[in-house]
């Protein structure tokens, strides 16, 4: 579709970007773009979005931007971006609801609720007689029986509406499976022990402090609504937008980007979600960085934000921010698994690591420490390949044990693992 | 792990119902947490590794790795890096988005460019040149000095890890694998060919076999006169393949005693028949016996189907004797002498003997390939079948360096319809069939005026396949600002409903990257 020749009528103006593309019927489609979010539109009969001819026209302007003329939009494209622009003022105005419905629904959700915790209550219950019969068992003996025996345990799980709990007993189950993973028998042993934990917080929920209670009870599979968490108090700050990986799970698509503020120093996770072949709907690309108000999920050691305003989006340039050393990394760990026992991911920034070459899947620091790299981390000859026995700046997540690089700053750049090297 | 995990782990792993011993204490602070003897060892047991996990976890500590003083840093890179719009083009190139011929020529124009390889990408690049070995000499000067230094680290990245620094090339020689030795031999012969020669023969006798035959076509880089007693040595081996590659050699050595046995062979065999009112010819007479000295240097070694027995001992014998010679035994040009050969009785024998001398001279144009290659074009296609098509795999190699436009004359002289004829299609493709490196401009613009007079009787072509081949393999090898500036002009003749619409597509699109890729290299690094 970005080959000039299909093309005619091109133009862009600051706001938008159009042109005519002649497709396999008798007119040719109106395909327009609105460059400040950007938004798509044509006028062919496909249900993609954005369509081929959109993303054609975006192409095209990267490759031959002299094709466009500059000048004022048509009437067809004036129209359009005139009618986005009302419509999302009508999306400002929100409707308000009276009282007596909010009362009723409010009713109706305490309700809902009430079940919804009878049910995990009796699910959790059940979760723990098996763990005790695994326990007598013992792991050896219950090896045999496969993926099945573990299946069968979460699809409980998922009865009792407790989705988490099913995915993290199919991954302890899957372990022992996997043939390449190392101390598969203590991981998974580790996994089940957590959700023992995560089972007696669940009957003690009363005498944790409240923001643990919503750690525990966000674990359990209670999600807060994003509405909520944008009235939480904003945290404005410079983001540096660190890392971002994206994992897909049938056909919904998850992407985690770490951000890290200047002035606060705190860390933020952010994740977002979309379906197919739908895009994200916020721009946050590892490597820039933007001014911005982050709204926190509430919990005991809060990491996971939503992003509120963003502005000013420009790259990096100085640096991934103040690194740590591994010492100071276990001291902020040990404090962040106080407040939040079951915390899984804890974002690091250590300086002067210098992989290994004799022993690859080991970082060598300054004092010449060994720090493991996690197994499932497949890239170390890349790392290997920037570092050529230089110290590198990594970022990545700790666990307690050994780290996931995510990304890594070499020469006034920053590499993001996931998507700037290809294997 | 500690001795508590162990333990624990190890309970959980044969199940308290067999175990049968208690648990014991972790010691203080963790037995505090943990609930009284009463409860159920299963709960206890749980608790206590979850506990002693969460110790552990928090309470980390990185163990001393012993000092690795002989892996030192790579040297500070004195080539410049590579300019950032040409690294985003070997992304797409690496993501596999364009053909895979492209490849090899951005990486030709980052050597051109002086700069080396991106970092990022050097796994990437290691990897695909040691699943394509012909991607190595493309590969090794823009390594730089990371990416030396990290070849060293894989042995199957040795090829790329041998430097210049003399002890190593003596070390990999010694104990490296045959495959590091045959290129440890190549680049040492490059440096210094008498030094490299002189390792191979104190080496030689001690080698075995497959060795020897793997090691010896190495002399081949900076083949010179003082290899020539070696390798006529060599022909005595006990070894075929041996013997096989010393010839191969030694037939590349011009005016080596190989070439000239073989000429006074030949020269009682060939004489010029002059015949009334006719053109004269070229005879040649058969010769009689075989004896071991011609078994010695090949004769009646390689099999040629189709022909005569002694009809292939002549070819092997004319294969091995630059062409030259013969303008000067019969005094003619390398034209007039192709026409004395098609009307001869042997045309076949003497023009395939030609033609596969001719081919050992791949250094420049020799007068005699494109020569073949123009009696090729205009011969009957019974006969054309005698000049092989890697001739023009040959011609491929060097049509970068048409600056005489040979190459353009050759192209000019295929008749007005070329694209109906199947063989001849395939011979352009068997030109443009390279990759590596663009063609000149005035060779490019032939080809393509070519094509666009033949663009109104291309829709009824009876063989598009070949067509579809040709378009690909020009796509990588034409002159791509010279063929993007054609598009448009081409665009009525190519419908949307033209049955090679799609191979034009991709044509364009190749080109326009390859525009786009040569571009990327000509702004400041």
């Given at each position: 579709m970005a080959v000039p020749r299909n093309w005619s009528n091109l133009g862009r103006s600051e706001a938008a970007l159009w042109g005519e593309c002649q497709g396999s019927g008798k007119n040719p489609y109106r395909t327009q773009i609105d460059l400040g979010d950007p938004a798509f539109k044509c006028s062919c009969p496909s249900r993609k979005f954005p369509c081929k001819h959109g993303l054609g026209l975006y192409l095209l302007l990267a490759a031959e931007p002299a094709l466009f003329n500059s000048g004022d939009a048509p009437a067809w494209v004036n129209d359009w971006l005139q009618s986005r622009q009302q419509r999302q003022e009508k999306k400002a105005a929100k409707p308000e609801t009276s009282p007596e419905a909010a009362a009723a629904a409010a009713v109706q959700a305490h309700k809902r609720e009430e079940k919804r915790e009878d049910k995990v209550d009796a699910g959790l219950r059940e979760l723990q007689t098996w763990l005790?019969?695994?326990?007598?068992?013992?792991?050896a003996a219950v090896r045999s029986r496969g993926q099945g025996f573990w299946d069968a345990i979460a699809a409980r799980m998922v009865d009792a509406q407790a989705a988490p709990l099913a995915r993290r007993l199919r991954r302890a189950g899957g372990m022992l499976y996997q043939s390449n993973l190392p101390h598969a028998e203590q991981l998974a042993a580790h996994e089940l022990a957590s959700l023992y934990l995560l089972g007696e917080a669940w009957r003690r929920l009363d005498e944790?402090?409240?923001?643990?209670?919503?750690?525990?009870?966000?674990?359990?599979?209670?999600?807060v609504s994003q509405e909520d968490v944008l009235r939480e108090a904003p945290v404005e700050d410079h983001w540096r937008v660190l890392s971002q990986t994206v994992s897909e799970d049938e056909r919904l698509r998850m992407r985690a980007s770490w951000l890290h503020g200047v002035a606060s120093g705190r860390w933020a996770l952010v994740l977002q979600y979309a379906v197919g072949t739908q895009?994200?709907?916020?721009?946050?690309?590892p490597g820039t960085a933007f001014d911005g108000a982050l709204h926190f999920y509430p919990g005991a050691f809060p990491l996971r934000a939503l992003v509120g305003q963003q502005a000013g989006v420009r790259p990096l340039a100085d640096g991934p921010g103040p690194a740590s050393n591994i010492d100071a990394l276990l001291d902020e760990y040990a404090h962040a698994l106080a407040a939040q026992p079951f915390l899984e991911r804890f974002p690091a920034l250590l300086a002067g690591l210098i992989p290994d070459a004799g022993g690859q899947g080991i970082l060598r620091d300054a004092q010449g420490r060994r720090i493991e790299l996690q197994p499932s981390f497949r890239h170390a000859i890349y790392l290997l390949a920037l570092s050529a026995g230089h110290p590198l700046t990594v970022f990545g997540e700790w666990d307690g044990r050994a780290l996931l690089p995510l990304s890594v700053w070499h020469e006034a750049r920053l590499y993001n693992i996931d998507s700037d090297f290809i294997s | 792990m500690s001795q508590d995990t162990r333990r624990l782990h190890q309970l959980f792993k044969i199940g308290s119902a067999r175990a049968g011993a208690a648990l014991t204490g972790l010691g203080e602070p963790l037995d505090a947490l943990l609930p009284e003897n009463g409860s159920a060892i299963e709960a206890r047991l749980w608790l206590a590794i979850g506990a002693l996990d969460l110790w552990e976890r928090s309470g980390y500590q990185a163990a001393q790795v012993p000092n690795q003083a002989d892996t030192p840093a790579a040297?500070?890179?004195?080539?410049?890096?590579?300019?950032?719009?040409?690294?985003?083009?070997?992304?797409?190139?690496?993501?596999?988005?364009?053909?895979?011929?492209?490849?090899?020529?951005?990486?030709?124009?980052?050597?051109?460019?002086?700069?080396?390889?991106?970092?990022?990408?050097?796994?990437?690049?290691?990897?695909?040149?040691?699943?394509?070995?012909?991607?190595?000499?493309?590969?090794a000067p823009v390594l730089g000095e990371r990416g030396h230094w990290l070849a060293r680290l894989r042995p199957e990245w040795q090829w790329a890890a041998i430097g210049f620094d003399p002890a190593q090339r003596a070390l990999a020689w010694d104990t490296g694998s045959i495959e590091q030795r045959v290129a440890t031999l190549r680049a040492w012969r490059d440096d210094d060919p008498a030094a490299a020669r002189q390792a191979l023969m104190d080496a030689w006798t001690t080698e075995p076999p497959e060795y020897r035959a793997a090691l010896l076509p190495a002399l081949a880089v900076r083949l010179g006169a003082d290899d020539e007693d070696f390798i006529e040595s060599a022909l005595d081996d006990r070894r075929k393949e041996v013997r096989a590659a010393a010839r191969r050699l030694l037939v590349q050595l011009?005016?080596?005693?190989?070439?000239?046995?073989?000429?006074?062979?030949?020269?009682?065999?060939?004489?010029?028949?002059?015949?009334?009112?006719?053109?004269?010819?070229?005879?040649?007479?058969?010769?009689?016996?075989?004896?071991?000295?011609?078994?010695?240097?090949?004769?009646?070694?390689?099999?040629?189907?189709?022909?005569?027995?002694?009809?292939?001992?002549?070819?092997?014998?004319?294969?091995?004797?630059?062409?030259?010679?013969?303008?000067?035994?019969?005094?003619?040009s390398p034209r007039k002498l192709l026409a004395l050969a098609e009307s001869s009785e042997f045309a076949v024998v003497l023009i395939r003997g030609w033609a596969l001398a001719s081919m050992h001279d791949a250094t420049g144009l020799s007068p005699w390939l494109l020569d073949l290659a123009h009696w090729s074009i205009g011969a009957k296609p019974a006969l054309r079948e005698a000049v092989p098509d890697s001739l023009f795999d040959v011609l491929g190699t060097v049509a970068r360096h048409d600056e005489d436009a040979g190459l353009s004359a050759l192209?000019?002289?295929?008749?007005?319809?070329?694209?109906?004829?199947?063989?001849?299609?395939?011979?352009?493709?068997?030109?443009?069939?390279?990759g590596a490196g663009s063609w000149p401009q005035g060779l490019s613009r032939r080809v393509l005026q070519r094509i666009e007079s033949a663009l109104p009787t291309l829709a009824t072509l009876a063989h598009p396949w070949a067509f579809r081949q040709l378009l690909s393999s020009l796509a990588l090898a034409l002159d791509p600002s010279t063929a993007a500036a054609v598009s448009a002009g081409w665009h009525g003749a190519i419908q949307p409903d033209h049955p090679l619409r799609d191979a034009f597509d991709t044509f364009f699109s190749t080109v326009r990257f390859r525009h786009e890729m040569h571009l990327s290299f000509q702004e400041p690094a």
């Amino acid at each position: 579709m970005a080959v000039p020749r299909n093309w005619s009528n091109l133009g862009r103006s600051e706001a938008a970007l159009w042109g005519e593309c002649q497709g396999s019927g008798k007119n040719p489609y109106r395909t327009q773009i609105d460059l400040g979010d950007p938004a798509f539109k044509c006028s062919c009969p496909s249900r993609k979005f954005p369509c081929k001819h959109g993303l054609g026209l975006y192409l095209l302007l990267a490759a031959e931007p002299a094709l466009f003329n500059s000048g004022d939009a048509p009437a067809w494209v004036n129209d359009w971006l005139q009618s986005r622009q009302q419509r999302q003022e009508k999306k400002a105005a929100k409707p308000e609801t009276s009282p007596e419905a909010a009362a009723a629904a409010a009713v109706q959700a305490h309700k809902r609720e009430e079940k919804r915790e009878d049910k995990v209550d009796a699910g959790l219950r059940e979760l723990q007689t098996w763990l005790h019969d695994l326990a007598r068992e013992g792991l050896a003996a219950v090896r045999s029986r496969g993926q099945g025996f573990w299946d069968a345990i979460a699809a409980r799980m998922v009865d009792a509406q407790a989705a988490p709990l099913a995915r993290r007993l199919r991954r302890a189950g899957g372990m022992l499976y996997q043939s390449n993973l190392p101390h598969a028998e203590q991981l998974a042993a580790h996994e089940l022990a957590s959700l023992y934990l995560l089972g007696e917080a669940w009957r003690r929920l009363d005498e944790l402090p409240a923001p643990l209670q919503v750690d525990v009870r966000t674990l359990l599979g209670w999600t807060v609504s994003q509405e909520d968490v944008l009235r939480e108090a904003p945290v404005e700050d410079h983001w540096r937008v660190l890392s971002q990986t994206v994992s897909e799970d049938e056909r919904l698509r998850m992407r985690a980007s770490w951000l890290h503020g200047v002035a606060s120093g705190r860390w933020a996770l952010v994740l977002q979600y979309a379906v197919g072949t739908q895009g994200f709907e916020q721009g946050l690309v590892p490597g820039t960085a933007f001014d911005g108000a982050l709204h926190f999920y509430p919990g005991a050691f809060p990491l996971r934000a939503l992003v509120g305003q963003q502005a000013g989006v420009r790259p990096l340039a100085d640096g991934p921010g103040p690194a740590s050393n591994i010492d100071a990394l276990l001291d902020e760990y040990a404090h962040a698994l106080a407040a939040q026992p079951f915390l899984e991911r804890f974002p690091a920034l250590l300086a002067g690591l210098i992989p290994d070459a004799g022993g690859q899947g080991i970082l060598r620091d300054a004092q010449g420490r060994r720090i493991e790299l996690q197994p499932s981390f497949r890239h170390a000859i890349y790392l290997l390949a920037l570092s050529a026995g230089h110290p590198l700046t990594v970022f990545g997540e700790w666990d307690g044990r050994a780290l996931l690089p995510l990304s890594v700053w070499h020469e006034a750049r920053l590499y993001n693992i996931d998507s700037d090297f290809i294997s | 792990m500690s001795q508590d995990t162990r333990r624990l782990h190890q309970l959980f792993k044969i199940g308290s119902a067999r175990a049968g011993a208690a648990l014991t204490g972790l010691g203080e602070p963790l037995d505090a947490l943990l609930p009284e003897n009463g409860s159920a060892i299963e709960a206890r047991l749980w608790l206590a590794i979850g506990a002693l996990d969460l110790w552990e976890r928090s309470g980390y500590q990185a163990a001393q790795v012993p000092n690795q003083a002989d892996t030192p840093a790579a040297p500070t890179d004195p080539l410049p890096p590579c300019p950032t719009r040409a690294e985003g083009m070997l992304a797409l190139l690496l993501r596999g988005v364009h053909p895979a011929g492209l490849l090899s020529e951005w990486l030709q124009l980052l050597h051109r460019h002086g700069a080396r390889l991106p970092a990022r990408f050097l796994p990437n690049l290691l990897e695909a040149a040691m699943r394509q070995p012909r991607l190595r000499p493309r590969v090794a000067p823009v390594l730089g000095e990371r990416g030396h230094w990290l070849a060293r680290l894989r042995p199957e990245w040795q090829w790329a890890a041998i430097g210049f620094d003399p002890a190593q090339r003596a070390l990999a020689w010694d104990t490296g694998s045959i495959e590091q030795r045959v290129a440890t031999l190549r680049a040492w012969r490059d440096d210094d060919p008498a030094a490299a020669r002189q390792a191979l023969m104190d080496a030689w006798t001690t080698e075995p076999p497959e060795y020897r035959a793997a090691l010896l076509p190495a002399l081949a880089v900076r083949l010179g006169a003082d290899d020539e007693d070696f390798i006529e040595s060599a022909l005595d081996d006990r070894r075929k393949e041996v013997r096989a590659a010393a010839r191969r050699l030694l037939v590349q050595l011009p005016g080596s005693r190989l070439s000239q046995r073989m000429r006074a062979r030949l020269l009682p065999l060939l004489q010029v028949e002059q015949r009334l009112l006719r053109a004269p010819r070229l005879q040649l007479a058969l010769p009689g016996d075989i004896d071991a000295a011609m078994r010695r240097d090949g004769i009646g070694a390689n099999p040629w189907p189709g022909l005569g027995e002694k009809a292939g001992w002549v070819i092997d014998m004319l294969a091995a004797v630059d062409p030259r010679v013969w303008e000067q035994a019969f005094d003619r040009s390398p034209r007039k002498l192709l026409a004395l050969a098609e009307s001869s009785e042997f045309a076949v024998v003497l023009i395939r003997g030609w033609a596969l001398a001719s081919m050992h001279d791949a250094t420049g144009l020799s007068p005699w390939l494109l020569d073949l290659a123009h009696w090729s074009i205009g011969a009957k296609p019974a006969l054309r079948e005698a000049v092989p098509d890697s001739l023009f795999d040959v011609l491929g190699t060097v049509a970068r360096h048409d600056e005489d436009a040979g190459l353009s004359a050759l192209v000019g002289a295929f008749s007005s319809t070329w694209h109906s004829d199947a063989g001849l299609v395939h011979l352009l493709h068997t030109l443009a069939d390279h990759g590596a490196g663009s063609w000149p401009q005035g060779l490019s613009r032939r080809v393509l005026q070519r094509i666009e007079s033949a663009l109104p009787t291309l829709a009824t072509l009876a063989h598009p396949w070949a067509f579809r081949q040709l378009l690909s393999s020009l796509a990588l090898a034409l002159d791509p600002s010279t063929a993007a500036a054609v598009s448009a002009g081409w665009h009525g003749a190519i419908q949307p409903d033209h049955p090679l619409r799609d191979a034009f597509d991709t044509f364009f699109s190749t080109v326009r990257f390859r525009h786009e890729m040569h571009l990327s290299f000509q702004e400041p690094a």
